[in-house]
């Protein structure tokens, strides 16, 4: 399968900012090889990049919700372009491959980071150390002037993650797109967070907390709720006899033969008191 693949480098993420500012672009031309771009010059090949992606012939990225995300929010008018590509099943992602592989083959516990692809398929060391937290740095900085060190950590990315498609593709992985759309949108959801109103959570928190009380009292006054020196406990013993009470020998019971006292015994009770206690 004939793929472009892209990279980002950004300045770091931090809370409320899940998409940091563009530095630069790297991708790979038809021949794989790799190029790069300076932010200030970006866009036109991002573009590019979004609008000519296929599903015979894709945009791959490592960690892709991430990198178009940045790039949504740095231009966006970018942005109905990045949902349509994913629509036609033209955008996938490396490391979401990788998942589906790994649930196939039934492995529990392996990395997807991009260096750890790059030993597994390419035999491939990749030094994430030197320049991945740097590019703030360059923000300003035409790409003439970038240590030679920084160019190649950019390039190579773009470079792997094309390398890593390739040899992904022995694999049958006929839902990767669909997977890779579901990735975009918890990454969307992700950025953004759950928003909430202060004053509602108040009055939440409130209506909580007097219903707790309410519940407390009344378990209290029916001895099913004790205090102890480090708060209060709920009296299983005294549970267990009025459960019984209440369902006789429909009452389940654990493997020591007590009464099971748990939700679904307090919920077929109906009684009010042990919901409370639940």
């Known amino acids: 399968m004939a793929a472009v693949a892209f ?35 970006a866009y036109p090949i991002a573009r590019e990049l979004i609008v000519g992606a296929t599903q015979e012939s894709p945009l791959v ?15 966006p008018d970018l942005i109905p372009l990045i949902f349509e590509a994913y629509e036609r099943d033209a955008i996938v992602d490396t490391a979401v491959a990788e998942k589906l592989i790994s649930i196939a083959e039934g492995y529990e516990e392996r990395s997807y980071s991009l260096a750890a692809l790059a030993q597994r398929y390419l035999d491939l060391s990749l030094d994430k150390d030197t320049w991945r937290l740097r590019y703030a740095e360059f923000k300003e900085v035409s790409l003439e002037q970038w240590p030679q060190g920084a160019l190649d950590y950019a390039l190579t990315d773009a470079k792997t993650t094309l390398e ?14 669909a997977q890779c759309r579901a990735d975009f949108a918890l ?32 378990l209290f006054e029916n001895a099913l709720l004790k205090k102890q020196k480090n708060g209060f406990v709920r009296d299983s013993k005294k549970a267990r ?24 015994a307090c919920v077929a009770s109906k009684d009010p008191l042990l919901l409370a206690y639940n």
């Open 164 to 177: 890593i498609f390739k040899a992904q593709q022995k694999h049958n992985l006929p839902d990767l797109p």
């Open 187 to 218: 990454r969307l959801a992700s950025n953004h967070g759950m928003i909430t109103d202060i004053r509602a959570v108040s009055d939440f928190k409130n209506k909580a907390v007097e219903e707790l009380e309410q519940i407390q009292s009344l």
């Open 241 to 264: 006899q009025r459960l019984g009470q209440i369902l006789g020998g429909l009452a389940l019971r654990t493997p020591s033969g007590q009464i099971q006292v748990d939700e679904e």
């Open 7 to 41: 990279d980002t480098e950004t300045e770091l993420i931090a809370p409320g900012n899940q998409a940091p500012h563009l530095i630069c672009l790297t991708w790979t031309d038809n021949l794989g090889r790799p190029q790069i771009v300076h932010w200030k010059q």
């Open 61 to 75: 990225g490592h960690n892709t919700a991430f990198d178009l995300c940045v790039l949504g929010k740095q231009f």
